[in-house]
């Protein structure tokens, strides 16, 4: 039967172009859990881009928390935040999150895209700017779409890029970061940006989407890594998708802040609150953070960075000065990533090749990321194949 829509031709030829620069995206089903032994297409994989970094995606302790939050809640959220879906696990996590960091208040977003969505649009607008590291997450740049505001960019990790264009700027507005840079693992420089920010009276929020449970005391991120706290570091945007192992977001501020997201943040306002199991959930994630075994979990994981950084150095790549669990092995052209990628797999190793426009063109990369839930032997293996594969291709 003839379709009553015939596709555009503008679709079609986007779609080839893509195919024809190796871009193309797919999704890819696991038919297990979220851990570093998955199975996929029938086929056992020791996985390496997951950002489950603690391994508390399938954590027991998390998964029996949502079920009784679900029992006792149910799991939809009903409605926004503002009409009826604010439901006491809700409240619970605010609060916990706000004591545990030190901020005033907390509120919770369905995702992080939503979470930097919300917050930019609320602060920026035509008079009020937007200044971000040119590597910050997309869901950063899309906020200052969204709030219709100038965006400038200065370079990556520098404050004296930033400190030009601030300088330049004829009213001072909103400086936004990445703590943990999600596709190079680098933490930016965030007490020079505070000092900076407050020099200027430029408004300061940190992304700290890779940094949140994995790195500082208690698992408290780039926030207590770097020295700053609720004063020097105004808004804090946290999500729950990777340390964590659950879903959502939030950002962590004052009472003044909080008092005008909660009016302004039309992405907070407009949309149905987070399932409630869900948040229900994420209290456990936290628990397990501020607890000896998160401790022992980063530990671990820190032990895994030293041991895979080791044994690269030697491999002939460019090896990223990270020491956070996201370790880039950069390769440059999307073809050589994604053949690398190939080769990986047929050693049993999973990890899929990030290329343009996630990243610059030119600069494709297999994102090896790691986690407390890799054991040793994972280690050895991912270290051995890259040690075959890359000496045969590079
Ligand atoms: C993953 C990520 C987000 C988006 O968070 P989601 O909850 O997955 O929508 C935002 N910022 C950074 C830096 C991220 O890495």
Known sequence: MKPVFNTPDWVLVALAERRQHNLMRRTITLDSAQTPHTRINNQAYTAFCSNDYLGLADHPDVIQALQLGALKYGVGGGSSHLVCGHLAPHQALEDALADWLGYDRVMLFSTGYMANLG?????????????????????????????????RRYLHGDVVSAERLLAKSATPGLLVTDGVFSMDGDVAPLLELSRLARQHEWMFMVDDAHGLGCLGEQGKGCLSLSGLNANSLPILVGTFGKAFGTAGAFVATSHDYAEYLTQFARPYVYTTSMSPAIASATLASLQIIQSAEG?????????????????VQSLPVEL??????????????????????????????WCTAIRPPTVPVGRARLR???????????????????????????
């Open 320 to 349: 990223m000065p990270s020491n956070t669990a996201i370790q880039p092995i950069i390769v440059g052209d999307s073809k050589a990533a994604l053949d690398i990628g190939e080769q990986l797999k047929t050693l049993g190793i």
């Open 119 to 151: 917050v930019i649009s609320a602060l920026a607008d035509k008079n009020r700017p937007v200044l971000q590291d040119k590597l910050n997450h997309a869901s950063l740049i899309d906020g200052a779409m969204l709030a219709q505001a100038s965006l």
């Open 295 to 311: 401790q022992d979990r980063r530990e671990r994981l820190a032990r895994h960075i030293e041991y895979f950084r080791q044994r």
């Open 368 to 394: 090896i990321t790691l986690s407390a839930a890799h054991s040793d032997d994972d280690l050895v293996l991912l270290c051995d194949s890259l040690e075959k594969v890359l000496t045969a291709t590079l």
